[in-house]
């Protein structure tokens, strides 16, 4: 069935540091897949996607990354900062749109 | 601002009440989703509407049920709540159906069952 997984599930790292998040998948369906920044007690906001014709997207200080062949992508932060803190989840479209989450990781940058 | 609107932001009940969550979608958005997300939980997929029509099916208790009206607004409807039942339920919705829309969440309803 479908299933994305989502590690590690916390993530403590200093400011200014990078900060991966991997997800892996199981539907090879899936062709969308979007990463998702929730702070504490509001909604998921999207902060960043990407299709499967592309290999990576950049976005300032956020980049990802897709490999379909492993069915497996990543989020990289650079240079992060205390406002980053928050859980980010990963998540994979099915083919009726609905979205799959990863379980979520708990990001803390350290001032 | 989403542009998706849940109404009520905070709901207390009792056990084995029914309540029912309202989501209007973004304007032009077609596709409706729920999700559940317990304490410390992920996001969990209930059910998806798409232009009235259900179109997808998750993990949704036979207590629960949902539909899409002409308008497009959603509601969720929760019977025979138990504790177990408490948790932030969102909303999204999406331009269309098909796997490449992002997904736009409503700020959520804080469902407390005591």
């Known amino acids: 069935g479908e299933n994305v997984e989502q590690h590690p599930s916390t993530l403590s790292v200093q400011e200014g540091d990078s900060a991966v998040i991997k997800c892996t998948y199981s539907?090879?369906?899936?062709?969308?897949f979007p990463w998702y920044k929730q702070e504490l007690g509001k909604r998921p906001q999207l902060i960043i996607d990407?299709?499967?014709?592309?290999g990576e997207k950049k976005d300032q200080r956020i980049a990802v990354t897709l490999n379909k062949t492993a069915k497996h992508f990543s989020l990289h932060i650079t240079e992060t900062q205390p406002e980053d803190s928050a859980v980010y989840f990963c998540?994979?479209?099915?083919?009726?749109?609905?979205?799959?989450f990863g379980q979520g990781t708990t990001l803390q940058v350290k001032p | 601002d989403s542009g998706v609107t849940q109404t009520p932001k905070h709901l207390i009940t009792a056990t084995g009440q029914r309540v029912t969550l309202r989501c209007s979608p973004r304007?032009?958005?077609?596709?409706v989703y729920w999700y559940q997300q317990s304490l410390d939980q992920g996001l969990q997929f209930l059910i998806q509407?798409?232009?009235?029509?259900?179109?997808a099916k998750g993990n949704i208790l036979e207590r629960f049920s949902a539909q899409q009206f002409p308008d497009l607004h959603s509601e969720l409807n929760l019977s025979s709540l138990e504790l177990g039942d408490s948790a932030l339920y969102f909303c999204?919705?999406?331009?269309?159906?098909?796997?490449?829309?992002?997904?736009?969440f409503g700020n959520g309803t804080r469902l407390t069952v005591t």
């Open positions: 539907d090879s369906a899936s062709n969308y």
């Open positions: 998540a994979g479209s099915s083919n009726t749109g609905k979205l799959i």
């Open positions: 999204a919705s999406s331009v269309a159906t098909g796997n490449n829309s992002p997904l736009h």
């Open positions: 990407i299709r499967s014709n592309v």
């Open positions: 304007s032009g958005d077609l596709s």
């Open positions: 509407y798409y232009n009235g029509e259900e179109r």
